[in-house]
């Protein structure tokens, strides 16, 4: 095995790994009230309204069948009697819509920065690295995605097995090695997403307002009301 494979597939990610961690984790102690999107909504509202819940919900999407994916072995969904043809069609059919619908509003969001003054002036260095990356990636995956049904490889005998090798500190790094062009390219781009993750506005992943959905009622009284309320008071 090469040195380089090593390197790429076996140390590498848990390089990015840290930087993501103490990225995040400095950006959070120095920057705690910029984790935000930094939203040109009042430059320009009709592109974004379309593009932005075509890409995050695509997205939302997508990391789900990601999650699913990698993490999932193949001996579950045996179990469960879920078949390989019918996993396969699943995994092409809403992956494949997903990764489209996250391509399409990437296209729009991207489109729209670039033909509005306004948008563009307040595109940042940041982001001019973020996007193209952004972009590469989801290609890739959708490529990888759509080309999968007619291809002899199988991702989860391949990567996955090689993801999940990370997670125990015994990297697979040949079956990382041996996989297709396009997945090595989807992985290397993604992992050079993480890495720029907590020093861009992708940051405000981390501010969303989950807790929002978990609070309690807030009581509202017509002022009417509270005007009977205190004279009765009285």
């Known amino acids: ?11 590498l990610p848990y390089v990015v790994f840290v930087v993501f961690v103490a990225g995040s ?14 939203s040109s909504q009042l430059h320009e509202s009709r592109l974004l ?6 890409f995050h919900y695509g ?10 994916g990698l993490l999932v072995p193949e001996s579950v969904t045996e179990s469960l009697r879920i078949s390989e043809s019918f996993y396969r069609a699943n995994a092409l059919v809403v992956g494949g819509l997903a990764g489209l619908a996250c391509v399409a509003g990437l296209g729009i969001l991207l489109w729209r920065r670039l033909k509005v003054g306004a948008v ?3 595109t940042s260095r940041t982001d001019r690295i973020l996007y193209p990356v952004l972009a590469i990636v989801l290609l890739a995956g959708l490529w990888a995605t759509l080309t999968g049904a007619g291809s002899t490889y199988d991702y989860r005998q391949g990567v996955s097995v090689w993801f999940r090798s ?4 015994q ?13 090595q390219v989807h992985i290397l781009f993604g992992m050079a997403l993480f890495a720029l993750w907590p ?27 509270a005007r009977r309320g205190s004279a009765t008071v009285r």
């Open 49 to 54: 309204s379309v593009g932005g819940p075509l």
């Open 199 to 225: 020093f861009s506005r992708l940051v405000h992943a981390f501010a969303a307002p989950v807790g929002y959905l978990l609070r309690p009622y807030v009581v509202y009284r017509h002022r009417a009301a």
């Open 25 to 38: 984790a400095w950006r959070y102690h120095y920057d705690r009230f910029g984790l935000t999107t930094r």
């Open 1 to 11: 095995m090469r040195h380089l494979e090593i390197a790429v597939w076996g140390v």
């Open 166 to 169: 990370l997670l125990v500190l």
């Open 59 to 68: 997205l939302l999407f997508v990391v789900a069948g990601h999650v699913v």
């Open 120 to 122: 563009r002036l307040a």
């Open 171 to 183: 990297p697979d790094v040949a079956a990382a090695a041996h996989a297709p062009l396009m997945f």
